[in-house]
């Protein structure tokens, strides 16, 4: 009973802040990040706050069916086109957690393994896990990696909302420069007067039991993020074949609330120390993720022609639900960052253990 009145409490304070960073107009991605800053707030000081992994495979799932439908066949198209800016983000990506690694290890003492996967950009869990197993400190880890998730969602959702103020990195939502995000809204519900009641519910349905199908599929399958990419999949399949495939604005918005209750939760008062216990590896973190995303992004746009904005939330490591969730609220190309982003889970987990011992061999700790 107690661990069910926590949860209620959670959520409220999530929907709380969400809604009210939206009512403050100057908040990008607002929901989540309203969410985001109020759970942590709540979870520092009073800490009466729960969410169980559960609700984060369903929140994925929510996730997934939100972004799904948003693809259409000629979307589908460019995917082909993705290859070498992945490869390039994917290879400057290990060139700098060895870069930075590497610093830390010898200006810092930390042993190199653990500097090395304190700056390999995966999840947190995964790295920690992957670590341990070769003696690494995996409470470092964990706290340099949510370090790392920090600085991303708290940094760059502003950055970018500078920078296309002045106009230096545009939108989709470019097209249509008379359309301020609230009009974009009213616009969606305005297409919605095209369905029925009936036609909304049942167009619900069908795009939420395939893509919760396909999310508890992903799950089971043990593939990175598996419970939001098969839920996407299924509700591009949905969207493909089932043109009344429907979900709610008020579902859409939930997805991005339960992402920031979600982060907010992972960021303790244990884990701040071990932040604060970092010291010097930890600043060296925050300029990393400051600059070397910047960085990445610029080389990326120039070397492929992708769009700046596009290459920027596809060279900043977040999570992917998350920078998924952030490029399409913002406007960006949200399905080239879902994929940039789940291959870099994917290599971060399979590809980098391999090339981080082949470094030790070379240099050893």
Known sequence: METFLMLIVTITIGIIGGVGAKKLKFIPAAYMLGALLLVTVWNLTVGFAFFPQELR??????????LGLSIDKS?????????????????????????FGYIVHRFFGTDLVTALYSFAPGGVAEMAIIADSFGADAGMITAM???????????????????????????NRKDEPQKTPE?????????????????????????????????????????????????????????????????PLQMRFMAQIMAGIFLGMRITPESVEGITRSGG???????????????IGCIVHKLTKMK?????????????????LLAKDMGFDFMTVSITHLARIIAVIIVFPQLINLFLRIIPG
């Open 308 to 324: 700046l904005g596009t290459s920027l939330f596809c060279s900043t490591p977040g999570g992917m639900s998350e920078m998924s």
């Open 57 to 66: 495979v369903a929140t994925q799932i929510l996730a997934g069916t939100y």
């Open 281 to 295: 590896p930890a600043l060296v973190m925050v300029l990393s993720m400051i600059s070397v995303p910047l960085l």
């Open 183 to 247: 009009k974009l809204e009213k616009s969606a519900k305005i297409i919605d007067v095209d369905l029925s009641r009936q036609e909304k519910i049942k167009g619900c349905v069908i795009a939420l039991s395939f893509s919760s199908i396909g999310g508890i599929i992903g799950l089971i399958s043990g593939v990175p993020a598996g419970a939001m990419v098969f839920a996407m999949a299924s509700g591009v399949m949905v969207n493909i074949f089932y043109p009344k495939a429907y979900m």
């Open 145 to 171: 990696q949510l370090l790392r998730l920090i600085t991303a969602f708290t940094f760059y959702p502003f950055l970018f909302q500078i920078l296309e103020k002045k106009g230096i990195i545009q939108t």
């Open 75 to 99: 979307n589908l198209y460019s995917i082909r086109t993705l290859i070498k800016p992945i490869s390039i983000i994917l290879t400057l990506f290990f060139i700098n957690a060895l870069v």
